[in-house]
């Protein structure tokens, strides 16, 4: 089946870190550019980074910028976002999402999400 | 920096009803633009890419037109499982979504 799951989010505290993983399964992870999306509680989407299938590029929205860091292992079929320096409006559900082939940033599969909440 | 905007921000109507949103881009994107359905709970589902082409699976009711500014995504005719959130799209920019509630 093909699909996407993410994990290793929770609650941590303002100024903490934590690392959210995605599993790739069913296609050929190492030939797709992949992204992180998030979405605060009860708002819309917004993207936060993407990386190249060879992880050779890497783009950040401005406001994360300096403290996320996005990784993949292709070897291990998953994708990776450190996220330090985390702030109260951090707190959202990051999907991992599957840009679709054309370079247009169409996200073509995604994640159930992992929960990220930042309180003290 | 390209601000994507939707409207209406709420649609009430009824199953079987056709159902019309738009997306307005501030700047011209050309055709590089998709529409997602997001509903209570679940991750973003792909429609529409490309302004007017069907993703994968996505059943023919579902069509979207437009390129430069001006994006429209129509529902020919509401099921059920169609209330949902519908957001637009141009690369790293989503539109805040527009809500299409039973009526």
């Known amino acids: 089946e093909v699909q996407l799951m993410e994990s290793g989010g929770g609650l941590v505290q303002p100024g903490g870190s934590l690392r959210l993983s995605c599993a790739a399964s069913?296609?050929?992870?190492?030939?797709?550019?992949m992204s992180w999306v998030r979405q605060a509680p009860g708002k819309g989407l917004e993207w936060v980074a993407n990386?190249?299938?060879?992880?050779?590029?890497?783009n950040y929205v401005a406001s994360v910028k300096g403290r996320f860091t996005i990784s993949r292992d292709n070897a291990k079929d998953s994708l990776y976002l450190h996220v330090n320096s985390l702030r109260a409006e951090d707190t959202a559900v990051y999907y991992c999402?599957?840009?679709?082939?054309?370079?247009?940033?169409?996200?073509?599969?995604w994640g159930q999400g992992t929960l990220v909440t930042v309180s003290s | 920096e390209i601000v994507m905007t939707q409207s209406p921000a709420t649609l009430s109507l009824s199953p079987g009803e056709r159902a019309t949103l738009s997306c307005r881009a501030s700047q011209s994107v050309s055709s590089y633009l998709a529409w997602y359905q997001q509903k209570p709970g679940q991750a973003p589902r792909l429609l529409i890419y490309d302004a007017s082409k069907r993703a994968t699976g996505i059943p023919a009711r579902f069509s979207g037109s437009g390129s430069g500014t001006d994006f429209t995504l129509t529902i020919s005719s509401l099921e059920t499982e169609d209330f949902a959130v519908y957001y637009c799209q141009h690369y790293g920019t989503f539109g805040p979504g527009t809500k299409v509630g039973i009526k």
């Open positions: 069913g296609f050929t992870f190492r030939n797709y550019w």
């Open positions: 999402a599957r840009d679709r082939p054309g370079g247009a940033c169409y996200f073509d599969l």
């Open positions: 990386i190249r299938d060879d992880g050779g590029d890497k």
